[in-house]
């Protein structure tokens, strides 16, 4: 067992004025395989100050300059990969070969950004005036534990981009990755005080972060609820705001499709990244008549996902992150059996021959209706549930009944109906039949799955202030 007990602060490691312990288990095994010292408000606050004091020099840095910067980051997060896989591995429970992914997507934002960087206008002319779009400060990044480097990555390379500094309070679920890729923003070599990463809890580094005057921009990445707290702390000192929330995502499945070939793509896009992603289509909407084949179908497409030991190379589904999450999920299914939902397959207790770790059954309710909870509220685990509708019409509705508005997919053999669709669906992003996640364009939410948008020149323009100038060339 070993222990992390040092923040990065102004361009080194130090030791943290908290002194509480966060235990890290591994989810896989449920043994204890190391400890995190916890920075508290005081360490926050340091933080702040070396962002705040690096930002007068940082802000003034050119577009080539800062281009450099996210270069040198990308070519340090793939230089430490072995390093950063197996820390998401054994403290996550992804499966290798999505953390293999998910560290070369934590690397390809700092070049995606990068190339939006390149090509964006900081100096614009409208009429008589001159509009110029400037860093807006010091950015506190706060990022969940089921996606750390790449959530990370995109915020940070924004802020970069823009010319602002950072400080990251990652969660305290994820301190060996947060450690490994922290080694690699300090071998980037960027100037001191840029990066400040504070280990610690929301209600003690968050909050600090969220209420600190020096503080211009929160950008955050978790809960609806934690997001609600954040954005009505902030407005005490009126700072920028931007929220990547949960989502209770559609899978609309049209008449017109291979069932064959597109269900167990739905039961994919469902349980991705252990189920345990606000993206996930978790309410799979297909037509009442098809339902029969829909189950049969499903059933043998969830029967082939292996659950099991992350670091097998066919493992698609790992554990859940932890006993209270693992928990959660467990009374979800129950509720969902106890509100009267068909439960086709899975259910409560782990797999079999998985006595240990944080591992969930794959499961599928079906004859679900709009007003059980399993269909209204983000379970966050390997659990899809089926609603039937008669008309298009109706799908549309049955996926809008929802709070939130975060992701979508839509299947079609006719591409036309798909885009008439997917246009009706009130979310931030829309698949359409399988297509994978444009990682340069915007992401976000409507309703209550966030506010403001994060990748490509979208997510630097988060990070800017604009300012109007006339009178500019009057001599």
Same mark, same amino acid.
Not at 332 to 344: D, K, R, S, T
């Given at each position: 067992?070993?222990?992390?007990?040092?923040?990065?602060?102004?361009?080194?490691?130090?030791?943290?004025?908290?002194?509480?312990?966060?235990?890290?288990?591994?989810?896989?095994?449920?043994?204890?395989?190391?400890?995190?010292?916890?920075?508290?408000?005081?360490?926050?606050?340091?933080?702040?100050?070396?962002?705040?004091?690096?930002?007068?020099?940082?802000?003034?840095?050119?577009?080539?300059?800062?281009?450099?910067?996210?270069?040198?980051?990308?070519?340090?997060?793939?230089?430490?990969?072995?390093?950063?896989?197996?820390?998401?591995?054994?403290?996550?429970?992804?499966?290798?070969?999505?953390?293999?992914?998910?560290?070369?997507?934590?690397?390809?934002?700092?070049?995606?950004?990068?190339?939006?960087?390149?090509?964006?206008?900081?100096?614009?002319?409208?009429?008589?005036?001159?509009?110029?779009?400037?860093?807006?400060?010091?950015?506190?990044?706060?990022?969940?534990?089921?996606?750390?480097?790449?959530?990370?990555?995109?915020?940070?390379?924004?802020?970069?981009?823009?010319?602002?500094?950072?400080?990251?309070?990652?969660?305290?679920?994820?301190?060996?990755?947060?450690?490994?890729?922290?080694?690699?923003?300090?071998?980037?070599?960027?100037?001191?005080?840029?990066?400040?990463?504070?280990?610690?809890?929301?209600?003690?580094?968050?909050?600090?972060?969220?209420?600190?005057?020096?503080?211009?921009?929160?950008?955050?990445?978790?809960?609806?609820?934690?997001?609600?707290?954040?954005?009505?702390?902030?407005?005490?000192?009126?700072?920028?705001?931007?929220?990547?929330?949960?989502?209770?995502?559609?899978?609309?499945?049209?008449?017109?499709?291979?069932?064959?070939?597109?269900?167990?793509?739905?039961?994919?896009?469902?349980?991705?990244?252990?189920?345990?992603?606000?993206?996930?289509?978790?309410?799979?909407?297909?037509?009442?008549?098809?339902?029969?084949?829909?189950?049969?179908?499903?059933?043998?497409?969830?029967?082939?996902?292996?659950?099991?030991?992350?670091?097998?190379?066919?493992?698609?589904? +790992?554990?859940? %992150?932890?006993?209270?999450? *693992?928990? !959660? $999920?467990?009374?979800?299914?129950? /509720?969902?059996? =106890? #509100?009267?939902?068909?439960?086709?397959?899975?259910?409560?207790?782990?797999?079999?021959?998985?006595?240990? +770790?944080?591992? %969930?059954?794959?499961?599928? *309710?079906? !004859? $679900?209706?709009?007003?059980?909870? /399993?269909?209204? =509220? #983000?379970?966050?685990?390997?659990?899809?549930?089926?609603?039937?509708?008669?008309?298009?019409?109706?799908?549309?509705?049955?996926?809008?009944?929802?709070?939130?508005?975060?992701?979508?997919?839509?299947?079609?053999?006719?591409?036309?109906?798909?885009?008439?669709?997917?246009?009706?669906?009130?979310?931030?992003?829309?698949?359409?039949?399988?297509?994978?996640?444009?990682?340069?364009?915007?992401?976000?939410?409507?309703?209550?799955?966030?506010?403001?948008?994060?990748?490509?020149?979208?997510?630097?323009?988060?990070?800017?202030?604009?300012?109007?100038?006339?009178?500019?060339?009057?001599?």
């Amino acid at each position: 067992m070993f222990t992390i007990d040092r923040l990065y602060v102004n361009g080194e490691f130090i030791e943290p004025q908290g002194k509480e312990l966060q235990q890290l288990i591994n989810p896989a095994t449920q043994e204890v395989i190391g400890q995190v010292v916890l920075g508290n408000e005081e360490d926050a606050r340091l933080a702040i100050a070396a962002a705040k004091e690096a930002f007068a020099t940082f802000s003034q840095t050119s577009v080539e300059e800062r281009s450099e910067m996210l270069q040198r980051l990308h070519d340090a997060v793939l230089a430490n990969m072995d390093a950063m896989v197996e820390a998401n591995i054994e403290e996550y429970g992804a499966p290798k070969k999505s953390a293999i992914g998910r560290v070369k997507l934590a690397a390809a934002n700092f070049l995606d950004t990068k190339q939006a960087l390149d090509n964006f206008e900081f100096v614009r002319y409208i009429a008589s005036a001159k509009v110029v779009s400037e860093p807006v400060g010091v950015v506190g990044i706060i990022t969940p534990w089921n996606a750390s480097y790449s959530q990370i990555t995109a915020k940070l390379a924004a802020a970069i981009a823009a010319g602002c500094t950072v400080v990251i309070k990652p969660s305290e679920l994820s301190a060996m990755q947060t450690g490994r890729i922290t080694e690699a923003f300090h071998n980037a070599g960027l100037p001191k005080g840029v990066i400040n990463v504070v280990n610690g809890y929301g209600h003690t580094v968050g909050a600090e972060l969220t209420r600190n005057p020096d503080v211009a921009l929160i950008s955050f990445t978790g809960s609806t609820r934690v997001g609600k707290e954040i954005l009505k702390s902030a407005a005490e000192t009126l700072k920028r705001v931007t929220l990547e929330l949960g989502g209770k995502s559609p899978n609309i499945i049209l008449d017109d499709v291979d069932y064959t070939k597109v269900i167990p793509v739905a039961i994919a896009q469902g349980f991705m990244n252990n189920g345990q992603a606000c993206v996930a289509g978790t309410r799979i909407l297909v037509p009442e008549h098809r339902l029969q084949e829909v189950k049969q179908l499903a059933q043998s497409a969830i029967g082939a996902v292996k659950v099991g030991n992350p670091w097998d190379e066919d493992t698609v589904l +790992g554990p859940i %992150v932890t006993e209270k999450q *693992f928990l !959660n $999920v467990q009374r979800y299914i129950q /509720i969902g059996i =106890e #509100e009267g939902a068909e439960l086709v397959t899975g259910g409560i207790g782990r797999p079999a021959g998985l006595e240990h +770790g944080y591992f %969930v059954k794959p499961t599928l *309710f079906v !004859n $679900v209706t709009e007003d059980m909870t /399993i269909a209204r =509220e #983000e379970i966050f685990g390997p659990v899809l549930v089926v609603l039937t509708y008669k008309t298009v019409e109706e799908a549309v509705a049955i996926a809008n009944n929802t709070n939130y508005g975060l992701g979508a997919y839509v299947h079609s053999a006719d591409l036309d109906q798909a885009n008439r669709v997917a246009s009706r669906i009130a979310a931030g992003v829309v698949s359409i039949n399988g297509a994978s996640p444009e990682m340069k364009a915007p992401f976000g939410g409507y309703k209550q799955s966030g506010l403001g948008r994060e990748y490509g020149e979208y997510g630097i323009a988060e990070c800017l202030e604009t300012k109007t100038i006339t009178g500019y060339s009057i001599k």
